[in-house]
């Protein structure tokens, strides 16, 4: 797992541009704003919240890579931000067929169980606790969504600060809108009632 914190400017650049021509997501609209009722918050956990993602850094990183990748032939869907870690993954995505992409991400699970049982010989283990979803019900709902799935690493304790964790779309956020720009909204729109109140609009 690469230390994105101690990376010069010239290898993040570097970095970011090998993450796009390992095709990871292009998901970031000309400016972060809800503007679909089809837009959702996904995520799933492994079950027991096993540390089963994460039990190599190349798991971490093929499974970011397969998630992200099932927006790859979605015309008319659109993925705002991500985040993989050791044991769950959070999704805000506009989803233009959301039946359709539940499949996906069944067959995704399906794929990585028998993958990982398979390294890790272990036949039969249930790898997987569902997917949970929650439609988005405006902005400020969307916003702290948003902010909630960058900031989850640091939330977990996996790291100090968000952009040093590698297994999400904050890096692509940040050098689209800056960290200052990011931080603005981080306060304009912060997490700490997340389920409570800020959804309701």
Same mark, same amino acid.
């Given at each position: 797992?690469?230390?994105?914190?101690?990376?010069?400017?010239?290898e993040?650049?570097?970095?970011l541009?090998?993450?796009?021509?390992?095709?990871?997501?292009?998901h970031?609209?000309?400016?972060?704003?809800?503007?679909?009722?089809?837009?959702? #918050?996904?995520?799933?956990?492994n079950?027991? #919240?096993?540390?089963?993602?994460?039990?190599?850094?190349?798991?971490? %990183?093929?499974f970011?890579?397969?998630?992200?990748g099932?927006?790859e %032939? %979605?015309?008319?869907?659109?993925?705002?931000?991500?985040?993989?870690?050791?044991?769950?993954? #959070?999704?805000l995505?506009?989803?233009?067929?959301?039946?359709?992409?539940?499949?996906?991400?069944?067959?995704?699970?399906?794929?990585?169980?028998?993958?990982?049982?398979?390294?890790?010989?272990?036949?039969?283990?249930?790898?997987?606790?569902?997917?949970?979803?929650?439609?988005?019900?405006?902005?400020?709902?969307?916003?702290?969504?948003?902010?909630?799935?960058?900031?989850?690493?640091?939330?977990?304790?996996?790291?100090?600060?968000w !952009?040093?964790?590698?297994?999400?779309?904050?890096?692509?956020?940040?050098?689209?809108?800056?960290?200052?720009?990011?931080?603005?909204?981080?306060? !304009?729109?912060?997490?700490l009632?997340?389920?409570?109140?800020?959804?309701?609009?």
């Open positions: 797992m690469y230390e994105w914190r101690h990376m010069t400017t010239k993040r650049a570097e970095l541009l090998a993450r796009r021509s390992r095709k990871y997501p292009k970031s609209p000309p400016h972060f704003e809800y503007n679909d009722t089809y837009c959702f #918050h996904l995520c799933a956990a079950f027991e #919240h096993q540390n089963i993602i994460g039990a190599t850094p190349q798991r971490l %990183e093929q970011s890579r397969d998630l992200c099932l927006f %032939e %979605e015309v008319d869907s659109c993925l705002y931000a991500w985040c993989v870690l050791p044991n769950h993954w #959070h999704l995505a506009k989803l233009a067929n959301f039946t359709e992409f539940l499949q996906k991400i069944g067959h995704l699970h399906g794929k990585s169980s028998f993958l990982w049982n398979q390294e890790d010989n272990l036949r039969g283990r249930k790898c997987w606790h569902g997917c949970s979803d929650r439609r988005i019900r405006g902005p400020r709902h969307f916003n702290a969504t948003l902010n909630y799935i960058l900031y989850n690493p640091v939330k977990h304790g996996y790291v100090k600060a !952009a040093q964790w590698p297994f999400s779309s904050i890096h692509e956020y940040l050098e689209n809108f800056g960290e200052e720009q990011a931080l603005v909204n981080f306060d !304009a729109y912060p997490i009632n997340m389920g409570e109140t800020w959804d309701k609009d």
